[in-house]
């Protein structure tokens, strides 16, 4: 595949770095904003390129040549658009690996980990293929004498998508498959962090035949994004990250006018009931806590362990964090690690300092990843699987998200004190319990406050056709993401009342409201 993410340098400071830049109807376009960031190989610590940071002019020019790609796609048949999205499916599965390397080096997420990711935007990809039954409208024949009322279900125009660095890639495709399939364009805004996944995804759209401006790729920051939020031709916003931000988008966006898909952090609990398989929950617990290096909003950051099972659970979960390994996620000698570093180091001090909360505010550090290094990548941003005692839920490091290798342990005395910790959250995006109960289960799903949940499952993220959503803090509206909501959510519906006269009859004059014989 030819390589998209190259353009040359935007300014001194790159040096001899290549420039990431924009994707503006259907190449790369060079940005002369005189603004860039650095992007590193997580594993390394080192810059491995520049991205380029977009002035209001680049703005501009990405929302007008999405607007010209939405007045040709949008007139493309049924059939023709599903051809493209076919051909699309077809060309990620067969190169898949390609991407899945790209969110390696810019991630630090291990090979495996990126390629499930891209697996499970591929579900959404391949849900979108069947489109035309999601938009299809319905049809009412002599609804009155005479009268016909159907439904059209119609693109949006414009949307925005803005995503995440923990997902460059299945975020993205949780939204811009059904755009796309609808007939809608589409710009993308990806994290300065990871921006090299959209570009190699706009290329193989191009290669799948989609029209130029179609799929738009928009690099920058704060500036790129309220230029999405604020430009009256961009009709939605798709976003995913951090609860403040998603609060901002969700606020801005709809104050001027447009549909919005906010959704926010996380802070998951896994309760724990005394009839679990420990061994079970132990594997799932590390699974869930530590798999990507914990940057995951589905991630499990908070064991509730019903007593008397702690202490014996605490146990089989450091003994299996002792043999985890740390490294650079693109694989090496001794094969594939089982996790990698964190996005940055600014992020892993971050993390740090929430460790060192914890620690002041009287937990008990099982296992400290504080000042973990990995051989021969001694600069690399890393930061060991970290298991936590007795915090107390009091702690902002109890409270708040930390998104990192972090999981904390809280003893409870009953499955109701385990619920009612749950419930007086903040956030409520996902959820488990881990019981051999039945009748629990059933209970817990009813009465838990929480979008999303797991029964024996960690991370209960729904598969492509329900939808992924939270509650509370974690979402914003109503709008979730991809599923049947999807299709909802990039349509609008026009319903149409229609009468053909016979040219036998004629009602005559009637000034009343209309009213159904």
Not at 191 to 216: C, I, M, N, R, Y
Not at 488 to 494: P, V
Not at 496 to 502: A, G, K, P, Q, Y
């Amino acid at each position: 595949m030819t390589n998209v993410t190259e353009a040359p340098a935007a300014d001194a400071s790159a040096g001899t770095l290549p420039v990431l830049s924009h994707w503006i109807d259907g190449a790369i376009r060079e940005s002369h904003s005189g603004r860039t960031a650095p992007v590193f190989n997580p594993a390394t610590g080192r810059e491995s390129a520049r991205v380029a940071l977009a002035d209001q002019a680049e703005i501009d020019e990405a929302i007008a040549s999405a607007q010209r790609g939405f007045e040709l796609w949008s007139s493309y048949s049924i059939a023709k658009r599903q051809t493209v999205l076919f051909a699309f499916r077809e060309l990620l599965n067969a190169r898949k690996t390609e991407l899945a390397a790209i969110i390696t080096a810019e991630h630090g997420k291990v090979l495996s980990d990126a390629m499930g990711e891209i697996l499970r935007g591929q579900e959404v990809v391949e849900l979108a293929t069947g489109f035309p039954h999601l938009i299809k409208g319905a049809y009412s024949e002599n609804a009155s004498t005479g009268i016909d009322v159907y439904s059209l279900k119609q693109p949006l125009g414009v949307v925005g998508i803005i995503s995440p660095f923990n997902f460059p890639a299945m975020v993205p495709m949780w939204f811009f498959p059904i755009a796309i399939a609808a007939g809608n364009s589409v710009v993308v805004k990806p994290s300065e962090k990871d921006p090299s996944a959209s570009l190699w995804l706009a290329q193989l759209w191009k290669e799948a035949g989609l029209p130029d401006g179609v799929f738009t790729v928009l690099q920058g920051d704060k500036l790129a994004v309220d230029g999405l939020l604020n430009s009256p031709v961009v009709q939605s916003i798709s976003f995913v990250g951090s609860t403040p931000i998603a609060q901002y988008i969700y606020e801005t966006a709809a104050r001027n006018g447009k549909r919005v898909q906010a959704l926010g952090g996380a802070k998951n609990h896994m309760l724990v009931l005394p009839d679990a398989d420990l061994d079970l929950v132990a594997d799932q617990a590390i699974n869930a806590g530590y798999g990507a290096a914990g940057e995951r909003c589905m991630a499990i950051s908070v064991v509730l362990a019903v007593e008397p099972i702690a202490d014996e659970l605490i146990e089989k979960i450091a003994e299996r964090i002792g043999r985890l390994r740390i490294g650079n996620g693109a694989g090496g000698a001794n094969g594939e690690p089982d996790m990698g570093p964190l996005i940055t180091g600014v992020h892993r001090d971050k993390v740090s300092s929430y460790v060192d909360i914890a620690e002041a505010d009287g937990a008990t550090i099982v296992v400290d990843g504080r000042g973990f290094t990995v051989d021969g990548h001694e600069d690399g941003f890393w930061f060991g699987p970290t298991l936590i005692d007795k915090i107390p839920t009091t702690s902002r490091a109890y409270q708040e998200e930390i998104f990192g290798p972090v999981l904390e342990i809280v003893r409870v005395e009953s499955y109701q004190e385990g619920v009612e910790l749950i419930n007086s959250g903040a956030f409520g995006n996902g959820t488990a319990i881990f019981t051999n109960d039945g009748g629990a289960a059933r209970r817990f799903q009813n009465e838990v406050q929480v979008g999303m949940i797991g029964i024996n499952v960690p991370i209960p993220v729904p598969v492509a056709y329900h939808s992924f959503g939270g509650w509370k803090a974690s979402l914003f509206g109503d709008a979730k993401a991809y599923g049947v909501h999807g299709f909802d959510f990039f349509t609008r519906e026009k319903a149409i009342t229609s009468r053909w006269l016979d040219p036998a009859t004629h009602g005559g004059i009637n000034l009343g409201f209309p009213q159904n014989n």
